[in-house]
């Protein structure tokens, strides 16, 4: 069973507003990601951790940052959030053990700025 | 450059015909392969995965899919759909040179009664 949360599922925020996503996996993965995702569109990677205080760009820029403090702890955070950051965020994690495994994902989290 | 191609953006099909979603990536190396399904609002949830062995994989859900490396796909199959079956399916391959899943642009699924 995979155990990968994120929060909140939905949110509406005013422009200007700091806000951070909450992703938590308790599977003890080393890799996290953080895709964005405009409805029926494809995934874009906006960033990526390899562990504890790895942190990388993904290939879509975007004016948001993450940290990784902690294993299981993936937050993302946007300073002023503007109507152009309205989309789904989808968190996923990955063992870095033998070989390549599956991510697994989030619910997502569904951001509307207005 | 390493990458995956669903050539197919939206597919409709009636329940309980066949389906197949068509993949085709392009990759240096032996490919780890995977396809997922992503119901509305939702995230991801894995059908099936190859990485080595017999190239027909069995998923869940009753989906299969056949790694076919001189055509460099990976289509996934289904022999009678179901109406629960509508979603967005992504095929993804990996790793690359940054050990990231590559994932395609998705083709979306309606099912006809």
């Known amino acids: 069973e995979a155990d990968i949360y994120q929060t909140p599922r939905y949110l509406v925020i005013g422009t200007g507003k700091k806000i951070t996503l909450e992703c938590s996996q308790t599977?003890?993965?080393?890799?996290m990601y953080w895709y964005q995702q405009d409805p029926g569109m494809e995934l874009h990677l906006i960033h990526y951790s390899y562990g504890v205080n790895s942190t990388e760009k993904g290939d879509l820029s975007s004016e948001s940052t993450v940290s990784r403090i902690r294993t299981e702890h993936f937050p993302l955070t946007l300073e002023s959030a503007r109507p152009s950051h309205t989309s789904q965020y989808l968190c996923?994690?990955?063992?870095?053990?033998?070989?390549?495994?599956?991510?697994?994902f989030g619910q997502g989290t569904r951001l509307t700025v207005v | 450059a390493q990458s995956v191609t669903q050539p197919d953006i939206h597919i409709t099909v009636s329940e309980g015909a066949s389906l197949e979603l068509r993949c085709n990536y392009s990759?240096?190396?032996?490919?780890?392969l995977f396809w997922y399904v992503q119901s509305p609002g939702q995230g991801l949830q894995l059908l099936l995965k190859y990485f080595s062995g017999d190239t027909l994989v069995q998923g869940i859900k009753g989906f299969e899919a056949e790694f076919k490396r001189s055509q460099s796909s990976f289509n996934l199959r289904k022999p009678s759909v179901h109406w629960s079956d509508a979603a967005e399916y992504f095929c993804a391959v990996g790793p690359n040179q940054g050990g990231k899943l590559i994932f395609g642009q998705g083709t979306e699924l309606s099912v006809k009664p």
């Open positions: 599977m003890g993965h080393d890799k």
């Open positions: 990759y240096g190396a032996t490919p780890y």
């Open positions: 996923a994690s990955q063992s870095l053990g033998q070989g390549l495994t599956e991510a697994f």
